[in-house]
């Protein structure tokens, strides 16, 4: 099992932070155009999966996987976006993404004065504790294909 | 780098240091402004401040969903107060049209150990709380309209802090290609 890498947007669209881990394959645009196309994709598939949607659903869109990897989604009330690409055989991300979001984002990012709403985040300290929660959590093992 | 990984646990403070710490935050922001308008404009302001940062920690505790209609507003919002000060406020004087409604407070840890003197009636002593609420509820994409019916300290039995929602507000669509 792997993670490959993050990303967080705010309800603007505006990518606050990326982050990878064992990605192999890069995919050959810049990263703010590679941002641009991931929260357009994210912002479609929301939309879709609404509208669709046979059936009142209170979370809508949570994951895509294809035969390689998994795409998981998190969104919280205030529109911040958490999107982490994993493995396949990856279980239990939302939990943990929920648990980035309250042990790492609301603790180091959220919580410094410093950082200003909606604007990316730099904070080393986040970027330590950030690659810490991810190393530890059980998902991670860096494995090389 | 040494912070304590336990400070996510609620922690319990003494609500008095909260009263006098507050209290002369209000007292500076007095010395600051002669006029007692642009004091409550700027406790309001300080007010909104916290709100859009206090609401993702709010949301990390609790991972509720979006509101859908506003007397699941409410109960967050008390929710909230019990979280936050340990006070319960009475969710009360729900209007007709289901979108304007009452806290009462029986008693507020801010205005503890608070008198008013008789020159700073126009002083909305706890406005910080407005502004919270509505920094908080905008983040959500709610606009609200919030401020005080009854104040104890302008010698009303209780205090009441009425809650408007003008409109919700939409989701943002993603910027499009220049």
């Known amino acids: 099992m792997t993670i490959y890498n993050i990303y967080?947007?705010?309800?603007?669209?505006?990518?606050?932070?990326?982050?990878?881990?064992?990605?192999?394959?890069?995919?050959?645009?810049?990263?703010?155009?590679?941002?641009?196309?991931?929260?357009?994709?994210?912002?479609?598939?929301?939309?879709?999966?609404?509208?669709?949607?046979?059936?009142?659903?209170?979370?809508?869109?949570l994951q895509y996987r294809t035969n390689k990897y998994a795409l998981h989604y998190f969104e919280t009330a205030t529109g911040l976006k958490f999107v982490l690409n994993t493995d396949n055989a990856s279980t239990g991300v939302r939990e943990l993404l929920q648990q980035l979001y309250a042990k790492v984002w609301v603790e180091y990012?959220?919580?410094?004065?410093?950082?200003?709403?909606?604007?990316?985040?730099?904070?080393?300290?986040?970027?330590?504790?950030?690659?810490?929660?991810?190393?530890?959590?059980?998902?991670?093992?860096?494995?090389?294909? | 780098m040494s912070r304590n990984t336990n400070r996510l646990d609620l922690k319990k403070v003494n609500s008095e240091l909260l009263s006098l710490t507050y209290g002369s935050l209000v007292s500076?922001?007095?010395?600051?402004?002669?006029?007692?308008?642009?004091?409550?404009?700027?406790?309001?302001?300080?007010?909104?401040?916290?709100?859009?940062?206090?609401?993702?920690?709010?949301?990390s505790r609790t991972l509720s969903p979006r509101c859908l209609d506003m007397r699941e507003t409410a109960e967050k919002i008390q929710?909230?107060?019990?979280?936050?000060?340990?006070?319960?406020?009475?969710i009360s004087n729900w209007a007709p049209t289901g979108d304007e409604f009452s806290l009462i407070f029986e008693q507020n840890p801010l205005t503890e150990f608070v008198e008013l003197p008789q020159d700073l009636t126009n002083l909305k002593y706890s406005?910080?709380?407005?502004?919270?609420?509505?920094?908080?509820?905008?983040m959500v994409q709610l606009d609200v309209q919030c401020w005080f019916v009854q104040d104890q300290l302008k010698g009303d039995a209780v205090t009441e802090?009425?809650?408007?929602?003008?409109?919700?507000?939409?989701?943002?669509v993603p910027a499009g290609e220049d």
Do not use: H
Request: positive net charge; hydrophobic residues 40%.
């Open chain 1, 8 to 61: 967080i947007f705010d309800k603007f669209g505006t990518l606050l932070y990326y982050a990878e881990w064992n990605r192999i394959k890069q995919s050959g645009i810049t990263k703010e155009e590679e941002a641009k196309l991931m929260y357009g994709m994210l912002y479609s598939l929301k939309s879709f999966t609404a509208k669709m949607s046979p059936i009142d659903s209170k979370e809508g869109f």
């Open chain 2, 28 to 59: 500076q922001i007095l010395r600051d402004f002669d006029n007692t308008d642009e004091v409550n404009k700027q406790l309001e302001r300080i007010g909104y401040n916290m709100g859009v940062r206090l609401i993702e920690d709010f949301l």
């Open chain 1, 109 to 145: 990012v959220n919580r410094n004065p410093l950082w200003v709403i909606g604007t990316p985040v730099t904070s080393d300290l986040f970027k330590a504790k950030l690659d810490e929660f991810i190393k530890q959590s059980p998902l991670y093992s860096s494995k090389s294909i």
């Open chain 2, 161 to 172: 802090l009425r809650v408007k929602c003008l409109r919700r507000l939409e989701d943002q």
């Open chain 2, 127 to 138: 406005a910080v709380m407005c502004g919270c609420i509505r920094g908080a509820l905008e």
């Open chain 2, 79 to 90: 929710l909230a107060f019990r979280m936050y000060l340990s006070i319960q406020p009475t």
